[in-house]
Nanobody
């Protein structure tokens, strides 16, 4: 069973950058769809970015396009989310998730993913 651990969150000023990491243990992420979601208090997880199971497609939520970049290391054990030009609206707890049965049309749905990390806090000050 894959276990996911996020890291890299923190406090940054508006306009700054952070890189989040999602490290997998107990197995490789090869063949898994992997997604980043974020959550603010009182709201559900919101889709940020996702990689298809083959890794051939990456999708981004509209508000992060051009600012965030999702990538995977060659060993397929760590997924990254490079976040640039951060704004206070990006403040949230960021979660990594994975699933090996996620179809392309469900990549943006939190319910499609079986494995979740505990999240890492990102705070952007104005």
């Amino acid at each position: 069973q894959v276990q996911l651990v996020e890291s890299g969150g923190g406090l940054v000023q508006a306009g700054g950058s952070l890189t989040l990491s999602c490290a997998a243990s107990g197995g490789t992420l090869r063949g898994y769809a992997v997604a980043w979601f974020r959550q603010v208090p009182g709201k559900e997880h919101a889709f940020v970015a996702a990689r298809s199971r083959t890794g051939g497609y990456i999708y981004y939520e509209d508000s992060v396009k051009g600012r965030f970049t999702m990538s995977t290391d060659n060993g397929q054990n760590t997924v990254y989310l490079q976040m640039n030009s951060l704004t206070p609206e990006d403040t949230a707890v960021y979660f990594c998730s994975a699933g090996n049965r996620v179809i392309t049309s469900s990549l943006r749905s939190q319910r499609a993913y079986d494995y979740w990390g505990h999240g890492t806090q990102v705070t952007v000050s104005s």
